[in-house]
């Protein structure tokens, strides 16, 4: 139980262009889930909180107008980088709090961003 | 804010040879802590977490960190590591008065060598 997906798990776009990145709670209801950059060989950098049906809370030094996150429904979280640059290549991962297991993320396997 | 410090950036290890991987904590009155383990181009699976009750948590692949309230520190160690033990681990903190978020430490990459 308490997996979670991510998708694409890897994606080439030219810069200006807008990625969306989904995650998703495969077979829990996630209330909360968390959106991580990770560039390499660093660690995992809070980007975002994303609480369904409302808006997320983001991090300081985090722009809300480029990393736009959607959280619609309790299974599915969307990432959307708008204009990407070379900059924002990295690896993107989120995560997501199951109810029945407290104060615990289950991670997706990440998404790799490369910009040209 | 909650910082976390993994002392080591990279251990070199033989097989069958036993590791520790340092993590310490900013002080705090309440937390929650979690060794998390990342292969290459993986996403971060839970190795052992501290929520309460004994101070020593043990995994299922033989891993097991002590939390020491006095010394801020959730230190993980394997008696024997195996080759499949090379990958990225980090150590994270919640701390239960800011709510669910998680504090990453710098990460520890182990490189078992043979």
């Known amino acids: 139980g308490a997996v979670v997906s991510q998708h694409p798990s890897w994606v080439i776009c030219k810069s200006g262009t807008s990625v969306k990145i989904e995650c998703r709670s495969l077979?829990?209801?996630?209330?909360?889930m968390f959106w991580y950059r990770q560039f390499p060989k660093q660690s995992l950098m809070l980007m975002a909180t994303?609480?369904?049906?409302?808006?997320?809370?983001?991090e300081q030094g985090v722009e809300k107008d480029k990393f736009l996150i959607n959280h619609a429904s309790l299974t599915l979280s969307t990432l959307t980088v708008t204009s990407a640059h070379p900059e924002d290549s990295s690896f993107y991962i989120c995560?997501?709090?199951?109810?029945?297991?407290?104060?615990?993320?289950?991670f997706g396997p990440g998404t790799r961003l490369t910009v040209l | 804010a909650q910082s976390v410090t993994q002392l080591d950036s990279q251990v070199p290890v033989f097989e069958e040879a036993p590791v520790e991987l340092r993590c310490n904590y900013s002080?705090?009155?309440?937390?929650?802590l979690f060794w998390y383990v990342q292969y290459p181009n993986q996403g971060l699976q839970l190795l052992l977490k501290y929520l309460s009750g004994s101070t020593l948590v043990e995994s299922i692949n033989g891993f097991e960190a002590e939390f020491n309230k006095s010394q801020t520190s959730f230190h993980l160690r394997k008696p024997s590591v195996h080759i499949s033990d090379t990958a990225e681990y980090f150590c994270?903190?919640?701390?239960?008065?800011?709510?669910?978020?998680?504090?990453f430490g710098g990460g520890t990459r182990v490189l078992v060598k043979p």
């Open positions: 002080s705090s009155v309440s937390v929650y």
């Open positions: 994303s609480n369904e049906g409302s808006k997320a809370t983001y």
């Open positions: 994270a903190v919640v701390d239960r008065a800011a709510g669910n978020k998680l504090t």
């Open positions: 077979d829990f209801q996630a209330t909360t």
């Open positions: 995560s997501a709090g199951s109810p029945s297991v407290y104060n615990e993320q289950f």
